[in-house]
């Protein structure tokens, strides 16, 4: 019986995230540790995935962002994040392949899991993105979409859906991937600024 807990990643585990991520060896073993460190038990509750994501964004309020990001990748819906969903999630909201992007974005918009997307669904987490700008930039934002409700409607629109249609993910990801102004609506990320936060816990 191996031991989760141990300071070492198992050998099956670590082949699968090097595979599945564009992580090393050492990369994967450094975030280990770094983990373990922070979470001895080795899960990240809801509230320490909220505090990390509040750690990145000192100048706004990520937590329902946070809490739609921490749903999508919680897989087995158990409350928490082992090392490799918190990895899957580094990955993919870091720079992940577009098709798998797609696919946790879809994730991430389907808030209730039955795997459609409705209109109110797009606007709950177009909200959450919105409370992540700081209001300073919030006034720089096109007239058309200087709203979350602004931009929900704009995001509607371009899948030509009346109001109670819904979106299946074959649709969803077909759109985003032919029209990249999507794509810009739907995400919130700021890439370099993550990446900066992880070079500095890894230190």
């Known amino acids: ?17 090097k595979s599945n991520t564009k992580y090393s060896e050492s990369e994967l073993c450094t975030w280990y540790q770094s983990f373990l460190k922070e979470c001895p ?17 000192p100048d706004a309020d ?10 999508s990748f ?7 994040l082992d090392f490799k969903e918190y990895i899957v999630a580094l990955h993919l909201t870091s720079g992940g392949k577009t098709l798998q992007k797609l696919e946790w974005a879809f994730a991430l918009y389907d808030v209730d899991g039955n795997g459609t997307i409705s209109k109110s669904e797009i606007l709950e987490i177009v909200r959450s993105i919105f409370n992540m700008i700081p209001a300073d930039d919030q006034k720089n934002l096109p007239e058309d979409e200087n709203t979350p409700e602004k931009r929900a409607e704009k995001v509607w629109e371009f899948f030509g859906k009346k109001d109670n249609d819904k979106i299946s993910e074959g649709e969803f990801i077909q759109g985003v991937m032919e029209n990249k102004d999507i794509l810009r609506l739907i995400q919130y990320d700021e890439p370099q600024k993550i990446k900066d936060k992880l070079k500095e816990k890894k230190q």
Do not use: C, W
């Not at 038990?41 to 964004?57: H, M």
């Not at 990520?62 to 749903?71: E, W």
């Not at 919680?74 to 928490?80: I, W």
């Open 1 to 17: 019986m191996g031991n989760t807990k141990s300071s070492a990643l198992s050998k099956e585990l670590l082949e699968e995230l």
């Open 41 to 57: 038990g080795g899960k990240i509750s809801k509230q320490q995935f909220e505090g990390i994501y509040a750690s990145f964004f």
């Open 62 to 71: 990520p937590t329902k962002y946070a809490r739609h990001v921490f749903r």
């Open 74 to 80: 919680d897989t087995n819906a158990d409350g928490t």
